[in-house]
Every structure is written in C-alpha cells, then in structure tokens.
C-alpha cells in the first residue's frame, strides 16, 4: 500500500470578485476571503478514496506558503487527510513562488516520506498555471496521468482516465506516479464543524524551503497585472432588416 | 439533556455552514435564529427528535448546494461544452416545452 501525497494551494476563493491592484502590481489579497483551490480539494477527496477503500496506507497533506496556509490545510484535515506538512514561505517571499519551486519541494518531500503517489489538482484558480504535477513527474522522472476524471488502483498499476479535447483517454501507469485531478473525478465532502476541531489535533510538520535543499528564486518578473477588456453593452433590433443594416453598418456583412 | 445538546449542536452547524450561503451569512444567521427561537417552547421530545431530522435534512441540503454551485462556477469558467447530462436534461425540457 501507498502513502498518498497531496500538494493543497491557498487561493482567493472562487466566489471573490478579484480586484486588481491600483498599481497594477496584482490582486487584491488583503481581507479577502481564501480557501483551498477547488481542484486540490478534488484531489484530498481521491486521495482519501483511496485510503477508505485500502489501496493507500496515509495521505499527507502538503502545502507551500505563508502563516495563513495553515487553514488550507487544516480543511485537508478535516476532510479526512491523516497529517499535514507546511512549507512555510514569508509571506514577502511568496510572489516569488511558483510551480517550478512547488514541484522540486513536492519532489524532495515524496522522497523524504517515501510516498508512492502524488495527487495534485490540474491547476490553481488564481495563477491557472497548470504546470506542478507535470514538472514534478518530471523531477522524480515518475509516470504522470495529468487531468484524471477516474483513477483505478490494482497493486502497483494505475489506471487513468484523462480528460482530452475532444473525448476520454486511458493510460495504464506503473507506481510509484503523479496524477492532476480534472473537475470530474469526484465530488469532495465538505469540511463539518466537528471534524475541523478534530483536525486541530493532528499533526502539522513545519519545514521551511531551505530544510528541503529548494531555494526561492525566480527568473520571472511580472511586469503588469490588469483587467481583462470590459465588454460593450449589446443593443437589441426591431426585426431582420434592421439586423442587417445594423450588420453593414459595422461592415460585418 | 441530551435533546438540548443535539439541538445546540444542529444549530452551532448550521450557523457554520450559513456563513458561505450566497444571500451572505447574516441572511442566514437571522432567519436560522428566527426559527429557532420561534419553536423555543416546544416540549414533546418526538416533535423535538423530528425537528432535529428536519435540520439535518437542511445541512446536506446546504452541503448539496455549495457543492453545485462551485462545480458549475468551475465548469463555466473553465469548461465551454456542456455535459451529456447537460444535454439530456435541456432536450427533456424542450420537450416538455413542445
């Protein structure tokens, strides 16, 4: 059996209208409310199938970041996630941080624990890189099933099946792999008051980057955050002849 | 005793789950009261259990609808076809329609 590894983001929660800052330097972060990325919560859910039907022996929480992370992971916890590990970035380092460190943390950290699967989400709703269950497969040089809608485990073979343009695609994987979870491959349970408390009482290992021999730097510099473009109110036409004229008019006929 | 504890426990999970309800937490919170306090007097622990019942029917249907309302958000931020569900369900209501 597998000791099963999620990576849990913090982000803007998806209900947040995002503002972007006057400075145009990002979003608005600051008294607003976070919560764990809706694909990651996905990916605890399988993780934690998994573990209740006995095909994993732990599942380890994982997340990068601030203070605040804390209560992502705690929400891991209450879901049903055995321990959690926190990365811990000042928060002044963590615009620095993206996939590329997140996945050679989570690289270091599957060694360390000697985890036999790693489950991500596809991708992160405030940054939707889409990048970390790729490069970490990549780092660990382990089979990866990116944008999973089922996962199928009989002794060391995985079954996925992958959400493609166009249709479904399964690959077969030998473990130890990394997965992405893509919207359909569960429904997660949601965190009750009860199991939150309980949560309080696991284990959290702090860790800080440098423990895991990842330095934070970045060769990417954001050079501007803005709007998308706002879009023109339409108008409404009497009949076909108006349309027409309306359509010349703008000599898109 | 024990009643009372089941009751408080029904209601310290709704005003949980209430602060995430789209109308905000305090729509919530004030009708969820309203209720409560209105049924303060009643005695009959049968009544009193199938009250609990019906609060707990209120919680999964909480769960049920952040749930969907989060998956749909998703799928139309990032999912421009519909499902076959999708499909079936817009054609039963055509139908219906005709």
Redesign the interface.
Known sequence: MARVLVGVKRVVDYAVKIRVKPDKSGVVTDGVKHSMNPFDEIAVEEAIRLKEKKFASEVVAVTCGPTQNQETLRTALAMGADRGIHVEIPAADYPKVGPLHVSKILAKLAQKEEAGLIIVGKQAIDDDCNQTAQMTASFLDWPQGTFASELKLEGDKLTVVREIDGGLETIELKMPAVVSADLRLNEPRYATLPNIMKAKKKKVDKLSPSDLGVEIATNIEVLEVSDPPVRDAGMKVENTEELISKLKEAGLV | MELRRSVKQLY??LI??GREYPKGGKYFRDRCHAVFVKNKDIDDPDKIKQMIAQGEYVVKEL?AL??L???R???K???DTETFEETIIKNIRKFDAE
């Open positions: 310290k999970t949980f789950m769960e952040y749930r309302k989060k998956y958000t998703l799928r931020r990032y999912y």
